[in-house]
């Protein structure tokens, strides 16, 4: 056999004697040789991969030494066959057996599989490209299990019998539609995994239903086949004395703790897949009474100011894990440094001592109104944040004016109180024969660099809140001319052709960063192969030396 490209073919010579095939050395791989007359009996005139040879001789072929002239041809019949081959060699193609590969699925009791196409064909291969069907099943594995129904095209529909879980396995032959075939083995997994029920755990408050929606018990369980669970039994021996559940099967129910009762209710429940699967968790019920969490509070407040906060005020960080209403039930003011109002919802108003600066605390109780109680701490501090001011940076072009609106200088800077902030003064300094700044209170300002200036001009700028705070802050403005970026380009011509780019050739990909219109202001034509002419705008022409061909 020799094999070209994706074809194998075996060679026939015109007039063989016999039908019989005849190995023989040809290129270091071997050939078989058949009858023409076999080949034809063989209906092959289907016009596919014909060879005929000019000057045919069977020492030619077998000479390694000197090629044999083989020319293509096609054959469309015998007497075609017949009229090109006198004597002839021709390539007959070799059909190979597809591959048949086991396959396995899946499916619930009295659940039917349906599989499309490729189904049972989708793994298989065959060598040559043929189109595979599915031309013989033996169900003598499904009996008792279930009923096939198949499709040349690997499709099939498998109904398991009422009832049956376990493997259901048949054999199916696979066909090329010229004579190759192989048979594979599929097995079909009737299963039903048990659910999988996973403990719970609930809290409620002393003297209240507990009221739990479903899914409730049943929304942590897990069914693997995607069953519809629900519960089954519950065993309530751990609530006896201290509460009643009334449960229901989609797992909502609602517990009731008995009277005084305060601690853990624990019951067990079962679980079912409606398939004869089930699975058994345990629940606990916490019955509490949290106190509550009171966290201490900062607050802050200009000098000569008073602070009023409504409610939930003092509150607004406290918590109680069983969520009752909490409320301001004592303060105590001793030490503090102003007057103190305040209200149980946690609303309360502060006014400093005339002239303190600084920080003053009290403190304050809550209560959830079912006995619980926290204390907590109340920090005020009495100031004037002075503001932070933040350093900039400004970049502009040689030769252009640097114009920057309002907020400008001032929209990094920031204050804690939100007082407003304005510019009250600059130290221009770094500025000396760099350029000329025009600034204003909103921030904004002007810069006009100097004539022929280049490079970094540093100043200060001075922030005030209005209320005697201030600060200081850098500002530096870079003066750039950033250099342009000239890419690499490539460009073809034919030999002795001269090659001719308008503007913008040369430039075409090349860039700059300020905007500056660019120009070619030099060339190297150095060990360059040819002449060249170029623009300032880009545009070139180049005419390659006579004979030339290569890259230059």
């Given at each position: 056999?020799?094999?070209?490209?994706?074809?194998?073919?075996?060679?026939?010579?015109?007039?063989?004697?016999t039908?019989?095939t005849?190995?023989f050395?040809?290129?270091?791989?071997?050939?078989?040789?058949?009858?023409?007359?076999?080949?034809?009996?063989?209906?092959r005139?289907?016009?596919?991969?014909?060879?005929?040879?000019?000057?045919?001789?069977?020492?030619?072929?077998?000479?390694?030494?000197?090629?044999?002239?083989l020319?293509?041809?096609?054959?469309?019949?015998?007497?075609?066959?017949?009229?090109?081959?006198?004597?002839?060699?021709?390539?007959?193609?070799?059909?190979r057996?597809?591959?048949?590969?086991?396959?396995?699925?899946?499916?619930?009791?009295?659940?039917?599989?349906?599989?499309?196409?490729?189904?049972?064909?989708?793994?298989?291969?065959?060598?040559?490209?043929?189109?595979?069907?599915?031309?013989?099943?033996?169900?003598?594995?499904?009996?008792?299990?279930?009923?096939?129904s198949?499709?040349?095209?690997?499709?099939?529909?498998?109904?398991?019998?009422?009832?049956?879980?376990?493997?259901?396995?048949?054999t199916?032959?696979?066909?090329?539609g010229?004579?190759?075939?192989?048979?594979?083995?599929?097995?079909?997994?009737?299963?039903?995994?048990?659910?999988?029920?996973?403990?719970?755990?609930?809290?409620?408050h002393?003297?209240?239903?507990?009221?739990?929606?479903?899914?409730?018990?049943?929304?942590?369980?897990?069914?693997?086949?995607?069953?519809?669970?629900?519960?089954?039994?519950?065993?309530?021996?751990?609530?006896s004395?201290?509460?009643?559940?009334?449960?229901?099967a989609d797992g909502?129910?609602?517990?009731?703790?008995?009277?005084?009762?305060?601690?853990?209710a624990?019951f067990?429940?079962?679980?079912?897949d409606?398939?004869?699967g089930?699975?058994?968790?345990?629940?606990?019920?916490h019955?509490?009474?949290?106190?509550?969490?009171?966290?201490?509070?900062?607050?802050?407040?200009?000098?000569?100011?008073?602070?009023?906060?409504?409610?939930?005020?003092?509150?607004?960080?406290?918590?109680?894990?069983?969520?009752?209403?909490?409320?301001?039930?004592?303060?105590?003011?001793?030490?503090?440094?102003?007057?103190?109002?305040?209200?149980?919802?946690?609303?309360?108003?502060?006014?400093?001592?005339?002239?303190f600066?600084?920080?003053?605390?009290f403190?304050?109780t809550?209560?959830?109104?079912?006995?619980?109680?926290?204390?907590?701490?109340?920090?005020i501090?009495?100031?004037n944040?002075?503001?932070?001011?933040?350093?900039?940076?400004?970049?502009?072009?040689?030769?252009?004016?640097?114009?920057?609106?309002?907020?400008?200088?001032?929209a990094?800077?920031?204050?804690?109180d939100?007082?407003?902030?304005?510019?009250?003064?600059?130290?221009?300094?770094?500025l000396?024969?760099?350029?000329v700044?025009?600034?204003?209170?909103d921030?904004?300002?002007?810069?006009?660099?100097s004539?022929?200036?280049?490079?970094?001009?540093?100043?200060?700028?001075?922030?005030?809140?209005?209320?005697?705070?201030?600060?200081?802050?850098?500002?530096?403005?870079h003066?750039?001319n950033?250099?342009?970026?000239?890419?690499d380009?490539h460009?073809?011509?034919?030999?002795?052709?001269?090659?001719?780019?308008?503007a913008?050739?040369?430039?075409v990909?090349?860039?700059?960063?300020?905007g500056?219109?660019?120009?070619?202001?030099?060339?190297?034509?150095?060990?360059?192969?040819?002449s060249?002419?170029?623009?300032?705008?880009?545009?070139?022409?180049?005419?390659?030396?006579?004979?030339?061909?290569?890259?230059?």
């Amino acid at each position: 056999m020799k094999k070209h490209g994706h074809n194998r073919f075996g060679w026939l010579f015109n007039g063989d004697p016999t039908a019989s095939t005849q190995p023989f050395s040809r290129d270091g791989g071997a050939e078989t040789i058949v009858s023409r007359d076999e080949y034809l009996s063989a209906g092959r005139d289907d016009g596919t991969n014909a060879r005929s040879a000019t000057s045919p001789s069977l020492a030619s072929l077998l000479d390694t030494s000197a090629p044999d002239s083989l020319a293509e041809s096609s054959v469309f019949g015998a007497s075609a066959f017949s009229a090109a081959l006198s004597p002839a060699l021709a390539a007959v193609p070799i059909n190979r057996n597809p591959v048949a590969n086991s396959d396995s699925y899946s499916t619930r009791p009295n659940q039917p599989l349906t599989v499309v196409a490729p189904g049972l064909l989708g793994n298989d291969k065959d060598p040559d490209g043929d189109s595979l069907s599915v031309s013989v099943l033996n169900v003598t594995g499904l009996s008792g299990k279930g009923v096939i129904s198949s499709g040349a095209d690997g499709s099939f529909i498998f109904t398991p019998n009422a009832g049956f879980a376990g493997d259901a396995t048949f054999t199916y032959t696979i066909s090329d539609g010229f004579g190759g075939s192989d048979t594979a083995s599929a097995v079909i997994h009737v299963t039903n995994a048990a659910p999988d029920a996973i403990a719970d755990e609930f809290f409620v408050h002393a003297g209240r239903v507990l009221s739990v929606a479903a899914p409730g018990l049943l929304a942590n369980d897990r069914d693997s086949d995607g069953d519809s669970l629900s519960v089954s039994v519950l065993n309530v021996t751990g609530l006896s004395g201290k509460g009643v559940i009334n449960p229901r099967a989609d797992g909502g129910f609602t517990f009731t703790p008995n009277a005084g009762f305060i601690g853990d209710a624990t019951f067990t429940y079962s679980i079912s897949d409606g398939f004869g699967g089930s699975d058994t968790a345990n629940a606990v019920i916490h019955v509490t009474n949290a106190a509550p969490v009171a966290s201490d509070d900062h607050f802050s407040t200009r000098g000569n100011r008073a602070l009023t906060l409504s409610a939930p005020g003092l509150l607004v960080n406290d918590r109680d894990a069983d969520g009752d209403a909490l409320r301001v039930s004592a303060t105590n003011t001793a030490g503090l440094q102003g007057s103190l109002s305040s209200a149980p919802d946690g609303g309360f108003t502060f006014t400093p001592r005339l002239g303190f600066v600084g920080t003053t605390k009290f403190s304050y109780t809550v209560s959830d109104g079912n006995g619980g109680t926290a204390t907590a701490v109340a920090s005020i501090d009495v100031v004037n944040q002075a503001p932070d001011a933040n350093a900039d940076e400004y970049f502009v072009h040689a030769g252009g004016v640097l114009t920057v609106a309002a907020p400008g200088l001032l929209a990094n800077d920031k204050d804690s109180d939100g007082d407003s902030l304005s510019v009250s003064s600059l130290n221009v300094t770094g500025l000396s024969g760099k350029g000329v700044i025009i600034p204003r209170a909103d921030g904004s300002f002007t810069f006009t660099p100097s004539a022929g200036f280049a490079g970094d001009a540093t100043f200060t700028y001075y922030i005030s809140d209005g209320f005697g705070g201030s600060s200081t802050a850098n500002a530096v403005i870079h003066v750039t001319n950033a250099a342009p970026v000239a890419s690499d380009d490539h460009f073809s011509t034919r030999g002795n052709r001269a090659l001719t780019l308008s503007a913008p050739g040369l430039l075409v990909n090349d860039r700059d960063a300020d905007g500056d219109a660019l120009r070619v202001s030099a060339t190297n034509t150095a060990g360059l192969q040819g002449s060249l002419s170029s623009a300032p705008d880009g545009g070139f022409t180049f005419t390659p030396r006579l004979g030339f061909v290569g890259t230059t």
